[in-house]
């Protein structure tokens, strides 16, 4: 089942983040989240922005969202996009699922460009955004630094 995301699932969806958080680049926060910041994060977003979250046997098992690109009023068109996958949960469309929910979501608020940031080397990212027509536009070299190493991100980006 996918459906709206709300405060309430704060719970469950830092399960997730955190879970990257510690084991991964995918994002660049060093700290884990507490279920009541992640319920704030929600909280602040959902009235402007879309937040799913894709549930099964009563379980989340992965979110996506959109939140301003930056904050600076020409630049209300565009949003960044974001998915998570519950660890082991990974390879079954979950992603694809999210990211289809998401994008249709988002043409309801009238969003004319979606851009995503990957931390490089991620190619499970690299392949969904692209599935669903997203273009390399360039990439950062060593812009964060996560685990004593230095990290790129590339940047892909959606015409909607």
Not at 12 to 36: A, K, M, Q, W
Not at 82 to 108: A, T
Not at 118 to 147: T, W, Y
Request: charged letters at 25%; glycine letters at 10%; proline letters at 3%.
């Amino acid at each position: 089942m996918i459906r709206a995301a709300s405060p309430k699932d704060s719970k469950e969806i830092v399960e997730i983040y955190n879970h990257y958080v510690e084991t991964s680049i995918v994002t660049f926060e060093t700290e884990l989240v507490s279920g009541d910041e992640m319920g704030d994060r929600i909280r602040a977003l959902v009235q402007t922005h879309p937040w799913v979250v894709y549930e099964q046997d009563g379980r989340i098992q992965g979110y996506a969202y959109a939140s301003p690109w930056k904050t600076r009023s020409a630049y209300k068109h565009s949003v960044e996009v974001s998915v998570y996958v519950r660890p082991g949960s990974q390879g079954h469309g979950i992603g694809s699922i999210l990211m289809r929910e998401l994008l249709d979501r988002i043409e309801e608020i009238g969003v004319h460009c979606l851009i995503a940031g990957v931390a490089l080397p991620n190619a499970g990212s690299v392949a969904l955004h692209e599935k669903f027509g997203f273009k390399d536009i360039g990439q950062f070299k060593e812009v964060g630094r996560k685990f004593n190493k230095w990290v790129d991100v590339g940047y892909w980006q959606l015409i909607v």
